[in-house]
């Protein structure tokens, strides 16, 4: 077994190519971000008195700059009340230490933390429920014990001393994960070790012949453009949480990125992968850009959820920074007319590195996260309008807003930008200028804030994806959208907001990513589990309408319901079987993608052995 | 009070006619069923149904080149031409207003459920609504566009059949209303397969919202009729393939105090052909009708009906979701759903339709006849039993339009709207006025159902049959208790596992004549058996048994249902006394039975009630006989063939005859008899 842990094929490697990252994001992560819901902590909505302002010079819309728009449209919407804000809790739950994996990892001067804060802020991801739980302090069990690996190495050791000892294991990249899937299992009885990997977070090796890179795991995704943008290179994997996320993070949950029309989806960016199991490494040793050798077992370790291994270093596609990085956007008629123009451009496979089309709702939404810029700016906005409604024809209650990222060389760029529009003209799309398009992109990333703002008075909101054929693209749009309306009507939800957009194009469908968020009311007990129920309704309603049970977000826990009769019975056995091979003893006791019904009963399972 | 119930249900009707505007000039700005990101143009559906890839499909598999691919798309827009509907704003209020003077005309009250319009309005913008009204009269037809545009409601796009098409100019004129056609064809794949599309596309492109008539057709015998799912399927389609989250579904309920159709009715169901729709006939038959006075009807929309929620955890739309929908067909499962919800529409348009004085009237007339007492039937006696069934229709739940602070008032003005059928002779007695049928004679040339009645017998079935078609609304309240009290009439202490056998092979004898779907079955046993129970019609002995009471209500009951119970036992004797060496069709039927009920009538036997006559029950007999086994059906040259299987035929006779011998009843409608020509 020993010998499944060396690296298959000795390296040894240029310790003077390795490169160091200074991690934005420092070890003590709560210094920086907030424990109790998105992003950094001074980046924050908040209200004084009557007037909203963004904190923080991180995003363009903060500084502290009032946002009456947006005040007005939360108040239109939901009628604002204003709730505590949370604290951060000073007791925590004592550890639960197995004695010999304790007192062996202090003895290999492995960094280790029994803080309670530091095992408080890593028991969850980024899901409402997640979130919820954190600032009502629900949680019953926590990590009991965190630890920092600084290589493969040293996960190569925590994993087996992990399996030797019986102790579960969570991997935690940057925490964001919006299906469950690193929230701490409560009902483990084990002693439960995460593996922060920030602290392995290296640029081991450049090929600028080739374009690859090989980074480590832990590597967030803005230290990584950052450390590839000094030497003129990207890899061009943007998700919306591109500023914690993690290398590894994106793998395990096979993520996608605004670009990918460019760069590709995680699974195209990737060329090798390392997977630390309770077996020994999982490796494909080839480099070549592509082979025919069987199932390729890349295709497992993606997606895997932090449940079959940890992957420790990956080989991933670069590319040379575009030269020009230009916005757009355009204005249609309606929703409708958007999507058959992005149909029409996925079918001519001329799409720029990002098109997004954002629905009527989701366009006051953005419009009204403007800010306050005097009475000049206003005047333009409204003069643009007037002649949008009035010269156009165009029904503001009606339009649609699809944003646009070109990127490459000059040339380049006119050329597409000039076919867009051209195409657009077909669909009675109309140019609306570079800076609503850029606006568009900023509000991805502030977007997130907002539902901690909600939560701070009263409003659960959130947002879910999948993805979908092109001929059912529009009617699942409507579908899920009259499907939340009525749920929100049958439970007396007076203030609420559905919006949605599509976000990626590919050339048999599209991925539609929904926003919805309500005023619960003061008489009611739970609402994250009446959050939770409509959007259950609406993920049936997803695939009743022929979409998928997720595009990017993962199954996690949320989603396991559905992951039978997306894959079919052969499919769960076939991932069990996996699982059974690769952890038998379920150190990587996450239990995501499966049904409570459909898990392995591990412990009879090894009471026989 | 008695009628409380009712009572409190019809204060939410208003009379139309109180408040008429001008409907030519008034604004329209109707509330639409789903709003979309704009208004569809009518001319729009049929342009996606020839680019529809299910179309296309079709079209490359049945063409043989490309010529004959161009040829066959030309053959389908000239279907798409015949079938679409149009809108036409200036037509509608044309129409519109005619029908306003014609309705002021007719009748003395429309009254319209308005809390029904204000549930509606309220769903209105959200989802498509499919409108599924009763369907009693043409008049159907005009009135669900009319409710709408007077209450600023879209107006829907509305199934018609091919013979209004036919109608010069009016066929036109109603299409630019709204109305779509249907031809009646079966089998006629290419066809089908575009009309499919279309509704297809009214469902889930247009936004005008649906109507059609589930029972298929004008119920000529006025009782519910077994709902026809072949239009209902293919509007459902699409919220089963996930095209569409919901439909709101919106039972109509339309009554009339008298039909217009009424006697075109009776001698339908006895068989004389009814003239064909023409315009000039059309116009004649408006000309006829002005004149007379049709009293009270009533609109109500039931409430609506979410598919979504009706259907919600019975369905598994994601197993078509993974595919594209137009490659897909319902399966088994999905098409018994259908036919379940189906009924359950039947059902919701039938507790709504509102019974009236000459309903009770004609049910008690023929009790009366029955227990042969009709001497005995004087006004006073008749006020006393309305009071009675007044009572027993307020605990089944019916809603009854009478006034019964003046009652005899009701009396004598439901008397006076149907002076055809019975009057009150000397002191205050009532009788079934003999019909002199003599004009209908001149027939000539037409083709018969049936078998030629002789005056002397069609001057006593057209009354009764007239008479009849004011017991028949009544029986979907009626027909489930009545099969009850039938099996336990005449028995005592009788098992309740042995009643529930009785019940539903009864249920099974009458599954098509009285609707009795049967996987509702189990259901109603429960809610009739605890009903009776708590009319004391029936009282239980011990755990296991019960028996039969005195109750009043007993003869109500039977007396109902005896007229079908008869026509059964009638048709299904002659078929095993005739017919058990031979294969026949259903034409030899309806003659043998019209003939030989004929001669027996005439010559005084009292044991055949006249409704046997009739062909509808005589059609739907035939059909029960299939389904029980005691006949065979095949197919030869698109006729359908008959065998009796003997000894399962033999043994329903029997059985027949044993529940029979427990009813005393004679149907003596007159006492004079004229045998001469026989």
């Known amino acids: 077994?020993?010998?499944?842990?060396?690296?298959?094929?000795?390296?040894?490697?240029?310790?003077?190519?390795?490169?160091?990252?200074?991690?934005?994001?420092?070890?003590?992560?709560?210094?920086?971000?907030?424990?109790?819901?998105?992003?950094?902590?001074?980046?924050?909505?908040?209200?004084?008195?009557?007037?909203?302002?963004?904190?923080?010079?991180?995003?363009?819309?903060?500084?502290?700059?009032?946002?009456?728009?947006?005040?007005d449209w939360m108040g239109q919407k939901f009628e604002l009340s204003v709730l505590e804000k949370p604290k951060l809790p000073t007791t925590f739950p004592e550890p639960i230490l197995n004695e010999t994996f304790y007192n062996t990892i202090k003895d290999m001067k492995m960094d280790y933390s029994?803080?309670?804060?530091?095992?408080?802020?890593?028991?969850?991801?980024?899901?409402?429920?997640?979130?919820?739980?954190?600032?009502?302090?629900?949680?019953?069990?926590?990590?009991?014990?965190?630890?920092?690996?600084?290589?493969?190495?040293?996960?190569?050791?925590?994993?087996?001393?992990?399996?030797?000892?019986?102790?579960?294991?969570?991997?935690?990249?940057?925490?964001?994960?919006?299906?469950?899937?690193?929230?701490?299992?409560?009902?483990?009885?084990?002693?439960?070790?995460?593996?922060?990997?920030?602290?392995?977070?290296?640029?081991?090796?450049?090929?600028?012949?080739?374009?690859?890179?090989?980074?480590?795991?832990?590597?967030?995704?803005?230290?990584?453009?950052?450390?590839?943008?000094?030497?003129?290179?990207t890899m061009g994997h943007e998700p919306d949480s591109i500023e914690f996320s993690t290398l590894g993070g994106w793998i395990a949950t096979r993520a996608s990125g605004m670009k990918k029309n460019v760069y590709g989806n995680i699974e195209d960016i990737v060329i090798r992968v390392k997977m630390v199991t309770c077996k020994g490494v999982l490796e494909r040793n080839i480099s070549a850009p592509r082979v025919s050798c069987g199932p390729d077992f890349n295709q497992l370790i993606l997606g895997s959820e932090g449940t079959l291994g940890i992957v420790t270093e990956v080989i991933v596609k670069v590319r040379p920074l575009p030269a020009v990085k230009k916005y757009g956007s355009l204005v249609f008629p309606n929703f409708e007319m958007g999507v058959s123009c992005l149909r029409e451009i996925a079918k001519r496979r001329c799409q720029p590195a990002s098109i997004r089309l954002m629905?009527?709702?989701?366009?006051?939404?953005?419009?009204?996260?403007?800010?306050?810029?005097?009475?000049?700016?206003?005047?333009?906005?409204?003069?643009?309008?007037?002649?949008?409604?009035?010269?156009?024809?165009?029904?503001?209650?009606?339009?649609?807003?699809?944003?646009?990222?070109?990127?490459?060389?000059?040339?380049?760029?006119?050329?597409?930008?000039?076919?867009?529009?051209?195409?657009?003209?077909?669909?009675?799309?109309?140019?609306?200028?570079?800076?609503?398009?850029?606006?568009?992109?900023?509000?991805?990333?502030?977007?997130?804030?907002?539902?901690?703002?909600?939560?701070?008075?009263?409003?659960?909101?959130?947002?879910?994806?999948?993805?979908?054929?092109?001929?059912?693209?529009?009617?699942?749009?409507?579908?899920?959208?009259?499907?939340?309306?009525?749920?929100?009507?049958?439970?007396?939800?007076?203030?609420?907001?559905?919006?949605?957009?599509?976000?990626?194009?590919?050339?048999?469908?599209?991925?539609?990513?929904?926003?919805?968020?309500?005023?619960?009311?003061?008489?009611?007990?739970?609402?994250?589990?009446?959050?939770?129920?409509?959007?259950?309704?609406?993920?049936?309603?997803?695939?009743?309408?022929?979409?998928?049970?997720?595009?990017?977000?993962?199954?996690?826990?949320?989603?396991?319901?559905?992951?039978?009769?997306?894959?079919?019975?052969?499919?769960?056995?076939?991932?069990?079987?996996?699982?059974?091979e690769l952890d038998p003893k379920n150190i990587f006791g996450l239990n995501n993608l499966l049904t409570e019904e459909d898990q392995i009963n591990f412990e009879t399972l090894n009471s026989k052995l | 009070m008695a009628t409380s119930n009712s009572k409190k249900y019809l204060e939410n009707y208003h009379n139309y006619l109180d408040k008429r505007v001008t409907l030519f000039t008034k604004p329209f700005d109707p509330l639409i069923p789903i709003k979309r990101n704009r208004r569809v143009l009518p001319e729009e559906l049929k342009f996606r149904v020839l680019k529809s890839q299910h179309f296309n499909n079709y079209l490359d598999k049945i063409s043989d080149n490309k010529n004959d691919r161009q040829q066959k798309e030309t053959e389908a827009m000239q279907i798409l031409t015949e079938i679409g509907f149009d809108r036409k704003i200036l037509v509608i209020r044309s129409l519109g207003t005619v029908i306003d003077k014609l309705m002021a005309?007719?009748?003395?009250?429309?009254?319209?459920?308005?809390?029904?319009?204000?549930?509606?309005?309220?769903?209105?913008?959200?989802?498509?609504?499919?409108?599924?009204p009763s369907h009693r009269s043409y008049v159907d037809f005009m009135l669900m566009s009319y409710v709408c545009f007077s209450y600023n409601l879209e107006i829907p796009a509305i199934a018609a059949g091919m013979d209004f098409h036919s109608m010069f100019g009016l066929g036109e004129l109603l299409r630019k209303t709204g109305a779509f056609f249907m031809r009646r064809t079966f089998g006629d794949e290419f066809y089908w397969n575009i009309f499919k599309e279309y509704m297809h596309e009214i469902i889930t492109y247009n936004d005008f919202g649906v109507e059609f008539f589930i029972e298929g057709t004008r119920s000529r015998t006025c009782k519910a009729l077994w709902p026809k799912t072949g239009l209902l399927s293919m509007a459902l389609e699409p919220f089963f393939m996930g095209e569409i989250y919901d439909i709101k579904v919106v039972p109509t309920s339309i009554s009339y105090e008298k039909v217009l159709e009424e006697q075109l009715f009776v001698y339908e169901l006895l068989g004389i052909p009814k003239p064909k729709e023409s315009t000039k006939g059309f116009f004649k038959a408006v000309k006829n009708l002005i004149d007379k006075n049709y009293g009270n009807m009533y609109f109500d929309f039931c409430e609506p009906i979410?598919?979504?929620?009706?259907?919600?955890?019975?369905?598994?739309?994601?197993?078509?979701?993974?595919?594209?929908?137009?490659?897909?067909?319902?399966?088994?499962?999905?098409?018994?759903?259908?036919?379940?919800?189906?009924?359950?529409?039947?059902?919701?348009?039938?507790?709504?339709?509102?019974?009236?004085?000459?309903?009770?009237?004609?049910?008690?007339?023929?009790?009366?006849?029955?227990?042969?007492?009709?001497?005995?039937?004087?006004?006073?006696?008749?006020?006393?039993?309305?009071?009675?069934?007044?009572?027993?229709?307020?605990?089944?739940?019916?809603?009854?339009?009478?006034?019964?602070?003046?009652?005899?008032?009701?009396?004598?003005?439901?008397?006076?709207?149907?002076?055809?059928?019975?009057?009150?002779?000397?002191?205050?007695?009532?009788?079934?006025?003999k019909a002199n049928t003599l004009a209908t004679r001149q027939n000539n040339g037409l083709k018969l159902k049936g078998h030629w009645l002789c005056k002397e017998m069609m001057d006593i079935a057209v009354p009764v049959f007239s008479l009849q078609l004011y017991c028949n609304p009544t029986m979907f309240w009626l027909s489930q208790p009545a099969i009850f009290v039938f099996s336990l009439i005449g028995r005592q202490n009788v098992k309740i596992e042995w009643l529930k056998k009785s019940v539903m092979?009864?249920?099974?004898?009458?599954?098509?004549?009285?609707?009795?779907?049967?996987?509702?079955?189990?259901?109603?046993?429960?809610?009739?058996?605890?009903?009776?129970?708590?009319?004391?019609?029936?009282?239980?002995?011990?755990?296991?048994?019960?028996?039969?009471?005195?109750?009043?209500?007993?003869?109500?009951?039977?007396?109902?249902?005896?007229?079908?119970?008869?026509?059964?036992?009638?048709?299904?004797?002659?078929?095993?006394?005739?017919?058990?060496?031979?294969?026949?069709?259903?034409?030899e039927i309806f003659i043998a039975v019209q003939s030989i009920l004929e001669h027996e009538m005439l010559k005084g036997n009292f044991s055949i009630h006249p409704y046997a006559l009739c062909l509808e029950t005589i059609t739907t007999t035939l059909l029960s006989l299939c389904n029980i086994g005691c006949l065979f059906k095949e197919k030869q040259d698109s006729v359908n063939q008959y065998s009796v299987h003997a000894e399962n035929m033999s043994s329903l006779v029997d059985e027949l005859k044993q529940y029979n011998s427990n009813l005393t009843f004679v149907y003596k409608y007159f006492n004079t008899l004229i045998s001469s020509k026989i």
């Open chain 1, 114 to 233: 029994v803080d309670g804060e530091d095992r408080f802020i890593r028991c969850h991801g980024q899901t409402l429920h997640d979130i919820y739980n954190i600032r009502a302090n629900k949680f019953k069990r926590i990590p009991d014990l965190i630890l920092w690996p600084k290589c493969h190495d040293d996960v190569v050791k925590i994993v087996k001393l992990a399996d030797e000892n019986n102790v579960m294991l969570i991997p935690f990249g940057g925490g964001t994960s919006v299906s469950g899937s690193i929230t701490c299992p409560q009902d483990e009885e084990r002693s439960i070790v995460v593996i922060d990997t920030s602290q392995m977070n290296r640029l081991l090796w450049l090929d600028k012949e080739n374009l690859v890179a090989c980074f480590e795991s832990g590597i967030i995704g803005q230290d990584l453009e950052r450390t590839l943008k000094d030497e003129g290179l």
């Open chain 2, 306 to 433: 979410s598919l979504n929620d009706f259907l919600g955890n019975k369905v598994d739309r994601f197993r078509h979701a993974s595919e594209p929908a137009h490659i897909q067909k319902l399966n088994n499962d999905e098409l018994v759903l259908i036919t379940d919800f189906a009924h359950h529409v039947i059902r919701e348009q039938q507790k709504k339709i509102v019974i009236s004085t000459y309903n009770l009237i004609a049910l008690i007339y023929n009790q009366y006849v029955f227990l042969n007492s009709t001497e005995s039937l004087t006004i006073n006696v008749l006020q006393n039993e309305i009071e009675l069934y007044l009572k027993f229709f307020e605990v089944l739940g019916a809603i009854v339009a009478i006034d019964d602070t003046n009652l005899i008032k009701s009396i004598h003005e439901a008397m006076q709207i149907h002076d055809n059928i019975l009057e009150i002779v000397g002191e205050k007695s009532i009788r079934l006025k």
């Open chain 1, 359 to 580: 629905d009527n709702e989701q366009f006051h939404f953005g419009q009204s996260l403007k800010a306050d810029n005097g009475l000049f700016s206003k005047f333009i906005d409204s003069l643009k309008m007037f002649l949008l409604s009035k010269v156009k024809g165009y029904d503001l209650m009606k339009i649609s807003v699809a944003t646009l990222l070109f990127e490459g060389d000059k040339e380049e760029v006119e050329k597409q930008e000039k076919l867009i529009y051209e195409i657009a003209d077909r669909y009675s799309g109309l140019k609306a200028g570079e800076t609503n398009g850029q606006k568009g992109y900023v509000l991805t990333y502030v977007i997130a804030y907002i539902r901690d703002l909600g939560l701070n008075h009263g409003i659960i909101s959130e947002s879910f994806e999948t993805s979908v054929p092109w001929d059912k693209c529009l009617s699942l749009c409507i579908n899920v959208k009259a499907c939340i309306e009525s749920e929100c009507k049958k439970r007396g939800i007076i203030y609420y907001l559905v919006c949605y957009r599509v976000t990626q194009t590919y050339d048999a469908g599209a991925c539609v990513y929904f926003y919805f968020g309500f005023r619960w009311d003061s008489d009611c007990s739970d609402p994250v589990g009446q959050y939770e129920e409509i959007e259950n309704k609406a993920r049936d309603e997803i695939l009743a309408s022929g979409g998928s049970i997720s595009h990017h977000h993962g199954i996690g826990k949320i989603r396991a319901k559905w992951y039978k009769q997306s894959v079919s019975p052969i499919g769960v056995n076939l991932y069990k079987s996996a699982k059974l």
């Open chain 1, 1 to 71: 077994m020993s010998k499944n842990f060396d690296t298959n094929i000795a390296k040894t490697l240029d310790q003077t190519t390795i490169r160091n990252v200074e991690s934005v994001v420092p070890k003590k992560r709560q210094e920086l971000l907030k424990w109790y819901g998105w992003g950094y902590e001074d980046s924050k909505f908040h209200i004084d008195d009557y007037s909203l302002f963004f904190s923080g010079s991180r995003y363009p819309i903060g500084n502290d700059v009032e946002l009456p728009n947006f005040r």
């Open chain 2, 105 to 132: 005309q007719l009748y003395k009250n429309v009254f319209i459920n308005e809390q029904s319009i204000e549930r509606l309005k309220a769903i209105m913008g959200r989802q498509q609504i499919i409108y599924l």
């Open chain 2, 505 to 587: 092979h009864l249920r099974n004898i009458f599954i098509y004549e009285l609707v009795l779907y049967p996987r509702f079955a189990d259901e109603d046993f429960e809610k009739t058996y605890a009903l009776l129970e708590k009319l004391q019609i029936i009282c239980k002995i011990d755990d296991e048994t019960v028996s039969l009471t005195h109750s009043p209500y007993i003869n109500i009951l039977l007396s109902a249902i005896s007229p079908f119970f008869n026509s059964y036992l009638q048709t299904t004797q002659i078929i095993f006394n005739n017919f058990k060496e031979k294969k026949f069709a259903s034409k």
